[in-house]
């Protein structure tokens, strides 16, 4: 088996999944693009719920360590503006801008790979900005009454903008400047989260 069989599979299943969506993207299809045959892509994969699994768990495992640096002194504003425009970027540009619309216009049909998405992504993104945030308020650069919940305030603006980016911008919405949105998301959020003293 060539080394990167695998990467080849998972490269055609992100494209054919971001093209036709999952329900319509059968096996064969990915087995097509590769150039193998049906029996041979589920010797690698024994459904097309695990080959999504494992395409979501590789995408994650990318962005993830660009995104968090190891903390230790690195001041929390800095880390909190590095994860958003690095994940800001990546899920509106990047290989996995696709998956915030297949979840929400799929995932009703697919509860089960809902929850693997949620356990294994969104979980650890709410995770990785909330070690931050109590990074920030260890080091008394942020206050902070509630972590978790500023976590979510703080995804909430990087999903709206994948969500603007592959759902409103195909049918005529302006373009975002996604740059630009992950300066200005930043500013705004440590505006609230900065202490005043910290700053001064």
């Given amino acids: 088996m060539p080394e990167d069989r695998l990467d080849r599979v998972l490269d055609a299943a992100r494209d054919a999944f971001a093209e036709r969506g ?7 299809d990915i087995a097509r693009r590769v150039g193998i045959s049906r029996s041979a892509l589920y010797a690698l994969f024994d459904s097309k719920e695990a080959l999504f699994r494992a395409l979501v768990s590789g995408m994650i495992e990318d962005v993830l360590p660009a995104a968090l640096p190891d903390l230790g002194d690195y001041p929390a504003p800095d880390a909190l503006r590095r994860f958003i425009h690095v994940v800001l970027l990546r899920l509106t540009t990047g290989n996995i801008a ?9 995932g009703q049909a697919f509860p089960d790979l809902v929850k693997f998405y949620h356990d294994n992504a969104i979980a650890r993104v709410l995770g990785g900005i909330e070690t931050i945030i109590r990074h920030g308020v260890r080091r008394g650069e942020f206050t902070c009454a509630h972590p978790a919940l500023a976590a979510r305030s703080v995804a909430g ?9 592959v759902v409103f911008e195909p049918v005529g919405a302006q373009p975002l400047d996604i740059a630009a949105m992950a300066v200005s998301h930043a500013d705004v959020l440590l505006n609230g ?5 910290a700053a001064a």
Avoid: D, H, Q
Wanted: proline residues 7%; aromatic residues 14%.
């Fill in 22 to 28: 999952f329900a319509a993207t059968p096996m064969e």
């Fill in 98 to 106: 696709f998956l915030p619309r297949l979840i929400i216009g799929e």
């Fill in 157 to 165: 603006g990087v999903i709206f903008s994948a969500l603007w980016r």
């Fill in 193 to 197: 989260l900065i202490r005043k003293e």
